[in-house]
């Protein structure tokens, strides 16, 4: 199961950065050449840099890139390391719970009000549905680890 989330996630991620360079390349040449902007691409590409930045964000959780402060571990006796890790992780989970909670409320609200994006035109929805999917994967991978963590023997 870890395997296909991390090929899912990194295969999102080459497809999403991938698109975002080309609609950004074709615009520049358009403004260049054309003297005219494409419209459409600087709205998809702010809302596909959204799903890159959470998707990036797991990716992170997976390899414990995160920023985090060692002041604590520092100076604590390494058996209380492992425990300060585990409330770290878990207090991660839960911050995620939270933004993939919020996230479908925001997604539900979206739909039921049928809001449009500005240049687009397309359902806002789909685009919202970015925040909790990405945070789902960024739950699965800071579960994952705290998971880890607990299993881990003392002094490993």
């Given amino acids: 199961m870890n395997k296909i989330f ?4 990194e295969f999102i991620s080459v497809v999403v950065l991938s698109v975002m360079t080309i609609l950004t390349f074709i615009n520049v040449i358009s403004r260049y050449f054309l ?9 998809l590409t702010t809302f596909l840099f959204v799903l890159l930045s959470l998707l990036g964000s797991a ?12 002041i604590l571990t520092d100076y604590l ?5 492992k425990w300060v890790a585990m409330f770290s992780g878990i207090c991660s989970v839960i911050f995620c719970g939270v933004i993939v909670y919020y996230g479908l409320l925001m997604v539900s609200f979206e739909f039921k009000s049928m809001q449009l994006t500005l240049g ?12 909790p999917i990405g ?9 994952n680890s705290t998971i880890k963590i607990l299993k881990k023997k003392d002094g490993e």
């Fill in 59 to 70: 990716i992170a959780a997976r390899y414990g890139s995160h920023l985090g402060l060692t």
């Fill in 77 to 81: 006796p390494e058996k209380f390391n």
């Fill in 35 to 43: 003297k005219a902007s494409i419209s459409f691409t600087d709205e």
């Fill in 6 to 9: 991390q090929k899912l996630e």
């Fill in 120 to 131: 687009m035109q397309w359902p806002e929805w789909i685009f919202g549905s970015f925040v």
């Fill in 135 to 143: 945070g789902m994967f960024i739950l699965y991978e800071f579960a």
